[in-house]
T-cell receptor, first 115, second 112 residues
Framework: GESVGLHLPTLSVQEGDNSIINCAYS??????FIWYKQESGKGPQFIID?????DKRQGQRVTVLLNKTVKHLSLQIAATQPGDSAVYFC??????????????FGKGTKLSVIP | NAGVTQTPKFRVLKTGQSMTLLCAQD?????MYWYRQDPGMGLRLIHY???????AKGEVPDGYNVSRLKKQNFLLGLESAAPSQTSVYFC???????????FGPGTRLTVT
């Protein structure tokens, strides 16, 4: 089954509000997590990443929180703008000990920003 | 610096036909990947390469072959296309085994 999943498939947010997109993962060996944004008809675009030795990382208007106790990852977008409308994917990279080359992606959450 | 490019952007095939998708990157990345994306699903790894001359199977390799003859190029081949291979194909590259993967714009393939 899915090793990475999302709590909500769609999320509608008023422009200017904060958005929170959640992601659950099941592999406790994962040591790297990444969020991608995918606009319609385009390839995924990197937003932010975090390693398992951290519980929070901030970027420009975005924050990723990692809770290893409950295997939960979230992406917070501050002051959501219409340009943030897209599908957001989380992905995990389990450490296999011999080098890990595969990202496992969730199914995605569609964020719609209401003007 | 073009990043990751893919050709073609669109293609329609009949069942049984063959084709090759080309991925090129100009970032001198060692690792390259081919994914497929189907409606309502995330990206699934088909094949990947950890360096020139190497390839390995991912999650869904059946029906596909790959080659990495040059470091900057990663080719995905379909020898005998099937309708189940209708999908959007993305190529990606990365500097290391973990870390950000850079994606191309995708190839939309329809097999009738």
């Amino acid at each position: 089954g899915e090793s990475v999943g999302l709590h909500l498939p769609t999320l509608s947010v008023q422009e200017g509000d904060n958005s929170i997109i959640n992601c659950a993962y099941s592999n406790s060996a994962s040591d790297y997590f990444i969020w991608y944004k995918q606009e319609s008809g385009k390839g995924p675009q990197f937003i932010i990443d975090i390693r398992s030795n951290m519980d929070k990382r901030q970027g420009q208007r975005v924050t990723v929180l990692l809770n290893k106790t409950v295997k939960h990852l979230s992406l917070q977008i501050a002051a959501t703008q219409p340009g943030d409308s897209a599908v957001y994917f989380c992905a995990e990279n389990p450490y296999s000990g011999a080098g890990s080359y595969q990202l496992t992606f969730g199914k995605g959450t569609k964020l719609s920003v209401i003007p | 610096n073009a990043g990751v490019t893919q050709t073609p952007k669109f293609r329609v095939l009949k069942t049984g036909q063959s084709m090759t998708l080309l991925c090129a990157q100009d970032m001198n990345h060692e690792y390259m990947y081919w994914y497929r994306q189907d409606p309502g699903m995330g990206l699934r790894l088909i094949h990947y390469s950890v360096g020139e001359g190497t390839t390995a199977k991912g999650e869904v390799p059946d029906g596909y072959n790959v080659s990495r003859l040059k470091k900057q190029n990663f080719l995905l081949g379909l020898e005998s296309a099937a309708p189940s291979q209708t999908s959007v194909y993305f190529c990606a590259s990365s500097y290391g085994a973990t870390g950000q993967q850079y994606f191309g714009p995708g190839t939309r393939l329809t097999v009738t």
